[in-house]
């Protein structure tokens, strides 16, 4: 996976990490229980006098009179789509010059996007993209050719580079979503679920519709948890500033911690409620929790696909 010199500039900065974040990801696969754990392809080697005959790649042998085995094979036909919440609300936290690699939801979400790109690619599965805010803004049908590999993550980059726009109108979106997408689908969620619709009806329509569609469907409620779930904030006054209404208010965090919590928590459990109801994972993603929390539940969930 390591890149020639004159590959280098052929390369995007999300399509390095990418490539950085899977390459260590399966590193570790390989030293955990999950080695037989297929992410690799059609990975030969020599076959053993004594082995199971089961593997071996007759076609092969009949090009080379050389008997191989397949130790993972996986040539499916897998189209995954996946869904970017790009909404003001998804660049919080603010980029802040002395913690660099602290990074907001849009960046979190847009690199383990990027590495299942890159896992996808690998598998040579069909890849596409939606990028939706206060309207669906990138749509693409799912491909597997490497020039459409690129478009995927220059429109990510072009994503975290954006200061995100309007409220999050998912349930909007995720409606367009399960009519465009090719039906029987792996649809991938990325948004912090802060929607912008009176109540949860409308949402919870949108995810049921993806499943009426024969989708199976991830959600990874991406979130900053010390900040957003446990309202970690010191006892002293504060102006909170909504970042997609623009709505300020001053208060005292100690004064409405408890309610706050109280109401996350209420809408947390609805939330997966409604997913388990719906055949849906749902997946709390930490941005300050790293990637593998993401890369292991998708290939979990590909491994009961095929």
Known sequence: MALNPQEYNQVSHLELIARQVVEGFI???HKSPFHGFSVEFAEHRIYNTGEPTRHIDWKLFGRTDKLFTKRYEEETNLRCQLVVDNSASMHFPEF??????????????SHCAAAIIQLLK????????????DKLEVSTAARSSSVHH???????EEAIASKGSGTT??????HQIAEKVHRRSLVI???DMFENAADGKELFSALQHLRYNKHEVILFHVVDKRLELDFNFENRPYQFV??????EVKVHAATVREAY?????????ELMLKCAQYRIDFIEADVNKGYKQVLMPYLMKRGKMF
């Open 96 to 109: 802040n010059k002395k913690l660099p690699d602290v990074l907001n939801k849009i960046t979190f979400s």
């Open 27 to 29: 590193t570790g696969l």
């Open 169 to 174: 109108a998912l349930a909007q979106a995720l």
């Open 189 to 191: 969620i990325f948004s």
């Open 122 to 133: 690998m598998q040579r599965d069909a890849a596409g993209l939606s990028i939706f805010s």
């Open 242 to 247: 909504d970042i997609e209404s623009g709505q």
């Open 261 to 269: 919590l109280k109401n996350m928590d209420a809408y947390r459990k």
């Open 150 to 156: 690129k478009l995927l993550l220059h429109k990510l």
